[in-house]
């Protein structure tokens, strides 16, 4: 879609749906990225349907002129969450990435996320006279699916999107062990775990230093996993690199936009951020290609960090029943 008047169309569809919903008091967190949030802000603001807006670093850029200073960035959400325990009225949240709305929605308990990507598909029925493309298509768990405005635009390659998609857990052969992980880990807390675990399973770290970590509990879920499927996990490591050094290119900031909506949607499945997302691919495509590893290469490397790390467990394992022998042997020994 590269005339201007179809965006433009699609984003007014999308306000005259949500007039409904801004029609209260409240905190209503705009998801997802893609979805021309900018121009979606300055009409909701220029028709009086919000009262204030606060939204991440540099979002202010992305807005028109005559309504930029009524945009209010923060840095983290944390941040945020501080100032938001004191706004009145109508407040809209543009979160850098759908994880981060989800963050945030959870902290604050009196928050709704808007899921715009079901809008716009509802929008385009009525705008597009030729159709959606299914490159369009996005979907988050929880929230429901529908598409992307900015995977409308002319030059978007389905085979790119296809490749990003392909870092979805699922298809790793992840996908449980991640969603299990999740649910099991503190909120916020889950991020830097599974990037730190991946770090040390592709050579950057010391297992002992992740014993009673949890990233180290992320590690172990790895290896529970490894010792019932050896194959399933390397193959899926291996794969992970593979893809992660063919997109590592629409990751930087001169492709990124283009293809952002996809990229989030993938993250989301791994419980990062955008950009905790971005570096942790980031990372793993180079330190694989500053040791220039071959496929056999990457599955030697997570074989033996696996096996160092299932040593270490075991080691624990055995101090802790040594442990409670010993106890159990003096609890036989007091006189009474």
Request: proline residues 2%.
């Amino acid at each position: 879609m590269s005339a201007r008047i179809d965006l433009d169309g699609l984003v007014n569809g999308v306000v005259d749906r949500l007039a409904g919903r801004l029609n209260k008091p409240g905190i209503f967190i705009l998801a997802s990225p893609g979805c021309s949030r900018g121009r979606l802000v300055t009409v909701l603001l220029r028709r009086g349907l919000v009262d204030v807006v606060y939204a991440y670093d540099g979002f202010g850029s992305k807005v028109g002129d005559d309504v930029r200073g009524r945009v209010n960035e923060f840095g983290s959400l944390d941040e945020l969450a501080g100032k938001l325990g004191s706004v009145n009225g109508r407040v809209a949240v543009v979160a850098r990435s759908t994880t981060d709305a989800i963050r945030l929605r959870d902290r604050l308990g009196n928050a709704e996320v808007i899921y715009l990507p079901e809008y716009y598909k509802d929008a385009a029925k009525k705008v597009l006279s030729g159709g959606v493309p299914g490159v369009a298509g996005v979907r988050h768990e929880e929230l429901g699916e529908g598409i992307s405005p900015s995977m409308l635009r002319e030059g978007v390659s389905s085979e790119v999107v296809e490749s990003i998609r392909k870092l979805s857990p699922g298809r790793l052969g992840l996908g449980d062990l991640i969603k299990d992980f999740l649910k099991k880990a503190p909120i916020g807390a889950a991020a830097q775990a599974i990037t730190l675990g991946l770090s040390f399973l592709f050579g950057a770290g010391v297992a002992v230093s992740l014993a009673g970590s949890l990233a180290g509990r992320f590690v172990e879920m790895v290896v529970g996993r490894w010792r019932k499927n050896r194959d399933e996990v390397l193959g899926g490591f291996v794969s992970l690199v593979g893809v992660a050094r063919e997109v590592r290119k629409y990751l930087d900031d001169e492709q990124f936009e283009r293809f952002e909506s996809v990229v989030d949607e993938v993250a989301y499945e791994w419980g990062l951020s955008v950009e905790e997302f971005t570096n942790t691919i980031t990372n793993i495509a180079n330190i694989a290609e500053g040791k220039q590893l071959t496929e056999e290469d990457i599955k030697k490397l997570i074989n033996d960090n696996l096996e160092r790390f299932a040593k270490e467990l075991d080691k624990v394992k055995e101090k802790g029943e040594e442990q409670r022998v010993s106890e159990k042997g003096q609890k036989v020994d007091v006189k009474v």
